[in-house]
């Protein structure tokens, strides 16, 4: 048997957990001997307060979103680089050395950046001899992962390869597998040929429903042969909100845990009105919808925003146009369509371990490689 360890961070829904539980599932569904398990460190150090973090982190972006963006800016992306988090590791750095210690795995795989400090931290120290690989699921990669002595990188980008190999991280150890999603999404798309009489648009506020969605909804009362489905997740009142609208063409939906559905959803849509989320973007890629951006949350996905706009793959909401006539227009632009099919093209093109079986192949190489046991390595191209 083997043990993989996956560290996401907090307990709410979120792209960390969705790539871990992802990832896992392209492990278990090919192999049964493959045991995995997802631990979160702060619950582990303290759950009471684990869940404190989590409450003032939605309450601040929610109230207090430039500050937040702020304070994001300053300690975690470009703010100084490879900092040293001494209170932090003061705090964790005992903890993350426990779970290691007591769990014994052979792989480990973090999908967001404080637990892949720590274990950098502890492998600069010797007291980790863990594979460890950092699966980033932003396009872009904060101060706060680890580097140095990780030993292998899942990227979503070429742009974000290229970051690593200028910090002085060996090519040989990074991959571009883009950000890995669930395989019910890789279905090709079953949806039968219409005649666009009508659109079928679908919209997104990841799990806690956020964004400026109700706002973006109430001046769409004219029906203009669009129907919207509004994914609300766990945003009850937007859900109510939705239905007191009672516009016939504008259909909430309740939070979505089944993939096989999720899917249906994403089949039956033209086009997709979301947040830059990695994980939701890198969904709609995947399945080929063209992307519309309602907002984006501070931080993070502020910096998703400019990156992705930069790669072409994805149009931002102009919050002084009617937004079913942007949408028409798009469909109604033979050029628009074209330039995002071939920015799509060019984002799959730089991929070097695209689908979940070759991700599948190249983790059952590395979990052979650290007992000695080494396999046939599936053949990956150094692109550029």
Known sequence: MKKVLFFPLLQMPSGHHQVADTIASYLIERDETIVCKKIDLLSTWNSLIESMITKTYLEWIDHFPKTYAWAYKHMAHHSNAHRSYVYYELLFLKTMKQIVTEENPDLIFCTHGFPSYFLNRLKMKDQCDVPVINVYTDFFINDIWGREMIDFHFVPTQSVKSDLIQDHISEDSIFITGIPVSEQFMQKDSKLAHDHSRWNVLISGGSIGAGNIIDLLASQNSDKGID?????????????????????HIHPLPYV??????????????????????????????????????????????????????????????????????????????????????????????????????????????????TGQEQPMMKVENKH
């Open 228 to 248: 919207y489905f509004v994914l609300c997740g766990k945003n009850k009142k937007l859900y109510e909100k939705i239905k007191k609208l009672n516009y016939k």
């Open 257 to 370: 845990t089944s993939k096989v559905k999720m899917n249906e959803l994403y089949n039956l849509a033209d086009a997709i009105i979301t947040k830059p989320g990695g994980v939701t973007i890198s969904e709609a890629l995947q399945k080929g919808i063209p992307i519309f951006i309602h907002s984006a949350l501070p931080g993070q996905e502020e910096i998703n925003l400019q990156l992705l706009n930069e790669l072409n793959l994805i149009y931002e909401i102009n919050d002084e146009e009617l937004l079913s006539d942007q949408i028409i227009h798009f469909f109604e632009n033979p050029t628009l369509m074209e330039q995002y099919h071939h920015s799509l093209q060019s984002y799959f093109s730089d991929k070097q371990v695209g689908n979940p079986m070759e991700i599948y192949i190249l983790i059952k190489h590395l979990l052979a490689s650290t």
